[in-house]
């Protein structure tokens, strides 16, 4: 790990930072340097860990990252987003791909178990879920969720 590498990234209470002593070369000796490493607590999630990690990488883009001048996910939005994720998922859940959209939102998605769920979380209070079933029953088309997500919650319960 290299010190340029290491920032600081906003994490949810799920997550700790564990500061630790590394020895560095510096000239012909070596100096303890604190280096921050991510450790999540023993009771953590394993989707919250993937999660915040992705998080982590998302409110790094810089203005532009997809070419079009688009800026990066909005903290409000990560925030309601671990929000919502926090309500609906279990600790057994499969962890989300988060993807950042245009305007500052984020798009989380599974596909597995014969489901392809997506949440589209446009900004606080603003979401949309689309859940297309493989095994022919009724998709969910662009559900507009804001704050109930129990319809999340279940369809996600068929991931377990």
């Not at 010190?3 to 997550?15: F, G, I, K, N, T």
């Not at 014969?114 to 969910?140: C, K, N, Q, W």
Request: hydrophobic share 40%; with cysteine.
């Amino acid at each position: 790990m290299n010190l340029q590498e290491l920032r600081y990234c906003d994490p949810s209470p799920a997550v700790d930072w564990e500061y630790m002593q590394e020895p560095q070369r510096v000239g012909s000796s070596f100096a303890l340097v604190n280096l921050a490493r991510f450790v999540p607590p023993p009771t953590a999630s394993s989707w919250r860990v993937t999660v915040e990690g992705q998080f982590c990488n998302l409110l790094k883009l810089e203005r532009g990252w997809d070419g079009y001048n688009s800026g990066p996910i909005s903290r409000a939005v990560a925030a309601f987003t671990r929000a919502i994720l926090k309500s609906a998922m279990k600790p057994d859940t499969p962890a989300p791909t988060l993807v950042p959209t245009r305007g500052g939102g984020v798009q989380l998605e599974w596909h597995e178990q014969g489901l392809d769920i997506e949440l589209m979380v446009y900004r606080p209070m603003d979401a949309e879920l689309t859940v297309h079933f493989l095994d022919g029953r009724d998709s969910i088309e662009e559900e507009p969720l804001s704050m109930n997500f129990e319809l999340l919650s279940e369809v996600l319960e068929e991931l377990i």
